[in-house]
C-alpha cells in the first residue's frame, strides 16, 4: 500500500454564476481547474470528474458521474473507480479553488497519515467543515460510499453531507496570512474577490 491520488469535482451546474463552465474560469491569468491541478501535482492519478477543457496544460484521467447531474458523492465515486485499488490516500476537491497550494494539501496529507482519522478536512473561521477540501484514506471512503448507497439505493442526489455521517475526520485549521485554501468561487462575486486577493 501506498500512493496518492486527487480526485477533482469540476461537474457542477454554477448556477448561481448563470450556468458557466466553472473550473475553466481564470484567476489570475489561470483556470481554476489548472490551480487546483497544480496543488496536487504529485498526486498519481489525476482524476477530474467533469469536462476538460481540451487546452488543458497537465495530463488527467476524466470521467463521469452515473447519472449526469447526479451530485457530489455519485462524481465522488466515478472519480474513485479509476483510482487503484493499492492507492493508500486520496484527496477529494472542488475544482472552484484558486487559492490551494501544494503546502496546504501537504498539511492535510500529514494529518491524514498521523491521525487515528479516515480523513482530514480544513474547518473554517466559523467552525464549518470544508468537505471538498479534503484528503482520505482511500479505502474508508470507498466503504462510506458503499454503505450511502445501501442505505439509499442509489447515490443519485446524495449530499456530501450524508457522506459525512459515515467517516470519522479531524479538522485542521489554517493559520497561515492570505486567503484560505478552501475559498472557493461560488458567485460573480467571490471570482472578483479571488481577483483581488490574487494581486
Not at 491569468?29 to 491541478?37: D, I, K, Y
Not at 492519478?45 to 488527467?60: E, M, Q, S, T
Not at 473507480?81 to 498539511?107: K, N, R, S
Not at 478536512?121 to 471538498?132: I, K, P, S, T, W
Request: proline share 9%.
Amino acid at each position: 500500500m501506498g500512493g496518492f491520488a486527487a480526485v477533482v469535482l469540476a461537474g457542477g451546474a454554477a448556477r448561481r454564476m448563470g450556468g458557466a463552465d466553472k473550473p475553466t474560469l481564470p484567476v489570475a491569468g489561470q483556470s481554476m481547474l489548472t490551480r487546483v491541478l497544480a496543488a496536487v501535482h504529485d498526486a498519481d492519478p489525476r482524476v477530474v470528474v467533469g469536462p476538460v477543457p481540451p487546452d488543458l496544460p497537465v495530463p488527467v484521467h476524466s470521467t463521469r458521474e452515473d447519472p449526469p447531474g447526479g451530485g457530489p458523492v455519485a462524481a465522488t465515486a466515478a472519480g474513485l473507480a479509476l483510482v487503484p485499488e493499492d492507492v493508500t490516500f486520496t484527496a477529494l476537491l472542488a475544482a472552484d479553488l484558486p487559492f490551494l497550494t501544494g503546502e496546504a494539501i501537504d498539511v492535510l496529507r500529514l494529518t491524514a497519515e498521523s491521525a487515528p482519522m479516515q480523513g482530514a478536512v480544513y474547518r473554517d473561521a466559523e467552525g464549518r467543515r470544508q468537505m471538498l477540501c479534503g484528503v482520505w484514506r482511500t479505502a474508508r471512503l470507498r466503504e462510506a460510499i458503499d454503505k450511502l448507497a445501501q442505505e439509499r439505493g442509489g447515490l443519485d442526489g446524495a449530499s456530501v453531507r450524508e457522506l459525512m455521517e459515515h467517516l470519522r475526520v479531524a479538522e485542521v485549521s489554517w493559520r497561515r496570512p492570505g486567503p484560505p485554501p478552501w475559498f472557493d468561487c461560488d458567485t460573480d462575486d467571490d471570482l472578483r474577490t479571488a481577483e483581488e486577493w490574487a494581486r
